[in-house]
């Protein structure tokens, strides 16, 4: 069985700011990670994904996410927030093989840029 | 062109009542999704199907019955609304299908229809 906790379903964060966003998973097989994020009214897009190999993934907009095993996290962070970064952001978890798709959603976390 | 689009965006309705949501993508992909948002904006799968076949079915209602006429549409049927149906449903699509070795597991998303059950 597998599982997604973001720890804060709420992060403010002042323009300029770093951004983290934390994420834990819980998964019996090797996963494939991913953020998501959703802007007000949009479906969800991808943001970066892990799937093997280097554990430190770069995504769109300047975010990335590292891959700790050992800490079973993969936190996603952006060295300098935007005034359009501002979204819902979903961390998923999903296995490798037989899953056919089946990403299991964390309850997201709303990120907030302060001008 | 819209990848996944989903019709209607919005859905205002009363308990008891049938409606349908559908779905299209025009990105070639082999496997279709139904997703929930709830309020809280909690993401749950509902179904998925591969090629035109059933692949994932959850926990669901038997009030709601997906249909794919072909790979490239999968529609929602709900019978008999409830209070409790009401939330976003995303359609997605994804290029991943049976057998085949390689897995991306990204999902391309609709931007979602609001149904709200009175």
């Known amino acids: 069985a597998q599982s997604v906790t973001q720890l804060g379903s709420h992060v403010s964060v002042s323009e300029g700011a770093l951004v983290l966003l934390r994420c834990n998973y819980s998964?019996?097989?090797?996963?494939?990670l991913f953020w998501y994020v959703q802007y007000p009214n949009q479906g969800l897009q991808l943001l970066l994904k892990?799937?093997?190999?280097?554990?430190l993934v770069k995504g769109i907009n300047g975010f990335e996410a590292e891959f700790k095993k050992s800490e079973t996290s993969f936190h996603l962070t952006k060295p300098s927030a935007h005034m359009s970064d501002a979204a819902e952001y979903f961390c998923?978890?999903?296995?490798?093989?037989?899953?056919?798709?089946?990403?299991?959603f964390g309850k997201g976390t709303k990120l907030s840029v302060k001008p | 062109d819209t990848a996944v689009s989903q019709t209607p965006k919005y859905l205002v309705t009363q308990m008891g009542n049938d409606k349908s949501i559908k779905c299209e993508q025009n990105?070639?992909?082999?496997?279709m999704y139904w997703y929930k948002q709830d309020s809280k904006k909690f993401l749950k799968i509902m179904f998925s199907?591969?090629?035109?076949?059933?692949?994932i079915n959850e926990t669901v209602p038997n009030r709601f019955s997906p249909k794919s006429p072909d790979k490239a549409h999968l529609n929602l049927h709900i019978n008999s609304l409830e209070l409790g149906d009401s939330a976003v449903y995303f359609c997605?699509?994804?290029?991943?299908?049976?057998?085949?070795?390689?897995?991306?597991?990204?999902?391309?998303f609709g931007e979602g229809s609001r149904l709200t059950v009175l």
């Open positions: 997605a699509s994804s290029q991943d299908r049976i057998g085949r070795l390689l897995y991306t597991g990204e999902l391309f």
């Open positions: 998964s019996s097989v090797p996963p494939y």
């Open positions: 892990y799937t093997t190999g280097a554990t």
């Open positions: 998923a978890v999903s296995a490798r093989r037989g899953s056919q798709g089946n990403l299991i």
């Open positions: 990105l070639g992909h082999d496997t």
């Open positions: 199907y591969n090629n035109k076949e059933l692949i």
